[in-house]
């Protein structure tokens, strides 16, 4: 699939469907990505806050609450990221709009796109 270019980055995945989740991890790490996944919010804050981390893909909408938190955070440690959502880069508020977006369920070419699109810019 041509992803030599994503070994060993480290992808913080923020998902809380437990199908998508899995399916994003695996094919991150065929990538060759260290991933770690977050379902929750406050799991997704710790690993934004804590983790050395290249790149992140947030599911926009976490149960009754948005990654929008995870976003500042990742924002203000000059980590890029990436939305993932059912609803398109429509789906997204305000300022997030500009941000790369995936359509979910993930198309896994998109998806590895999107990863090296964001880490080369």
Do not use: W
Not at 18 to 29: Q, T
Not at 81 to 89: K, Q, W
């Amino acid at each position: 699939m041509g992803s030599g270019e994503l070994t060993g980055v480290r992808v913080l995945l923020v998902e809380d469907e437990c199908i998508v989740a899995m399916l994003g991890e695996d094919v991150l790490s065929e990538a060759g990505c260290r991933v770690t996944v977050a379902m929750r919010l406050s799991e997704a804050l710790r690993a934004a806050e804590e983790s050395d981390l290249d790149v992140a893909i947030l599911d926009v909408n976490l149960g009754n609450e948005t990654s929008y938190p995870v976003a500042e955070l990742l924002e203000e440690r000059k980590i890029p990221f990436i939305f993932a959502t059912g609803y398109a880069s429509a789906g997204l508020a305000g300022s997030y709009a500009k941000h790369p977006c995936v359509q979910k369920p993930y198309d896994p070419g998109q998806l590895l796109a999107a990863a090296r699109a964001v880490i080369g810019s």
